[in-house]
């Protein structure tokens, strides 16, 4: 039978509706267009998917078993390597990382690996709704800073192993950026918090409202009799542009905006915290926070430009994320940056609750240049292009930086320039004995998979050094 050229197409909301609401805008595959799918898949011997996958999910396998109709089974291989399949099945970035390495990928599309990892995932979710049991607990106890990516998944890998871990995590619900950064349309949470009771179920203890550094140092935790500690602290601090008028009401970072709308709940209309609701919206950068905070913005009402200072062909967010963005209605403004933002004033009538406010950016457009380290090349301002653009609100998605509150306080932590902690890429072991670190808190912001490979290498090194103790 011959091999269908393309991926089978995720069933979506219409644009049209989903617009209106923040439910999930991917469906999922039905079982017909699943079992359709993996038939796609070669099962190739040397399995360059498996190498091409940050925590090495033994991807002809479980689909192997979706083919075969065992739904369960296939669920089961993808959990022996990854601690989170419903979520990376819905964010990861598959089309660079496995399914990029895919074979049939060299003549046709490449198999449809994170469709058919969410599938499973939300078929066992859908058909198994208890808990896993406890193991034995082996007296050992863990510390872990933060509880995103790679802190849950180093949670879950060392507490199946019996140890007794115990979670810190700064805000007041857990998830990291899982629950604060990520849409509700993107990734519900309720598939996070089902993951969240799972590690719980393996005798995880979750610690809220703990700012490491702050309310707990890592030395007072060390004091507390923990044997080792593992940063997981994310890169939370966002960056600007340093231009004239960011300090404005109306002007967010990305990182505010979104956890508004996700952790708080701002979307609803019965919710305490303030966000902007209709009006327009200008956002400023290129990657898939960008594109969440701007399909965020329209589904608040708003008329929302995104713009971006280098071209289409540089563009760093998920094609996936920029098709459901521009069918939504997000305008985009390619070779455009802001230069300044400028304020409402009103000198007639100084109690004018407009004054201060987000009245217009001043944005000047840009040019390709030559090439830069990373072989993009690099924007250049064209001179006389200048032009002024309405707006009420400027949320700025230009990335982020670790928080520099951990390193500050910990003695003997080495980090780079970039205030992310040096650790070693296949242990997570810092330049602090016992003190482990991995994902954004290290990298810079990156992808969730590439956290959780992070927290998974850090499990294993915590347990060969502390199992020498038993």
């Given amino acids: ?79 022996q390597d990854s601690a989170l399949p419903a979520v990376c099945g819905r964010v990861c970035p598959q089309e660079s990382q496995c399914e990029s390495k895919c074979t049939l990928g060299v003549k046709l599309e490449p198999v449809a690996i994170g469709r058919l990892e969410r599938f499973a995932a939300d078929w066992h979710l859908a058909h198994h709704p208890e808990q896993p049991e406890r193991p034995a607990a082996n007296g050992h106890r863990v510390a872990v800073v933060g509880s995103g990516p790679s802190g849950l998944t180093c949670a879950g890998e060392l507490a199946r192993r019996g140890y007794q871990v115990t979670v810190f995590e700064a805000l007041h619900a857990p998830g990291g950026v899982l629950s604060y950064g990520i849409p509700e349309f993107r990734l519900p949470k309720a598939i996070v918090a089902r993951e969240v009771e799972n590690l719980r179920a393996l005798g995880v203890k979750i610690e809220t409202n703990v700012v490491i550094g702050k309310t707990l140092t890592v030395d007072e935790l060390f004091d507390d009799g923990f044997e080792a500690v593992f940063i997981g602290s994310g890169a939370g601090l966002p960056r ?31 919710a305490a915290t303030p966000i902007l609701r209709g009006g327009r919206v200008a956002v400023i950068g290129g990657g898939n926070v960008a594109m969440d905070a701007a399909r965020t913005a329209l589904r608040l009402g708003s008329k929302v430009d995104l713009f971006y200072r280098r071209s289409l062909e540089e563009l760093p967010a998920r094609r996936e994320e920029l098709d459901h963005a521009v069918e939504e209605g997000v305008t985009l403004h390619l070779l455009c940056n802001p230069v300044r933002i400028l304020s409402y004033e009103n000198p007639d009538d100084p109690r004018d609750p407009k004054n201060g406010s987000v009245r217009a950016m001043e944005v000047i457009r840009m040019e390709l240049g030559e090439p830069d380290e ?16 309405e707006t009420d609100c400027v949320i700025m998605a230009l990335g982020t930086s670790p928080n520099p509150l951990i390193k500050n306080t910990t003695e003997g932590l080495a980090v780079n320039r970039w205030g992310g902690i040096i650790a070693d890429e296949d242990t997570g072991e810092t330049s602090r004995p016992g003190v482990y670190a991995g994902g954004d808190a290290v990298t810079g912001a990156a992808t969730v998979i590439l956290a959780m490979g992070a927290g998974k290498k850090a499990a294993q090194a915590i347990d060969q050094a502390l199992q020498k103790t038993l």
Wanted: glycine share 8%; net charge positive; aromatic share 10%.
């Fill in 1 to 79: 039978m011959a091999i269908e050229a393309k991926k089978y197409p995720m069933p979506t909301q219409e644009a049209g509706a989903r617009v209106h609401n923040f439910d999930e805008v991917a469906l999922g595959y039905p079982v017909a267009l699943a079992k359709q799918e993996a038939a796609r898949c070669l099962n190739c011997k040397n399995r360059p998917c498996v190498q091409g996958c940050p925590v090495n999910i033994q991807i002809p396998d479980f689909i192997a078993h979706i083919k075969a109709g065992d739904y369960e089974g296939a669920y089961q291989v993808i959990a």
């Fill in 240 to 270: 600007f542009m340093g231009i004239e008028g960011e300090g404005l009401r109306g002007v967010y970072c990305a990182n505010e905006f979104l956890t508004r709308a996700n952790l708080m709940k701002a979307y609803r209309p019965d």
């Fill in 374 to 389: 990373r072989g993009r090349r690099r924007p250049v301002e064209a001179p006389g292009s200048e032009f002024i653009w």
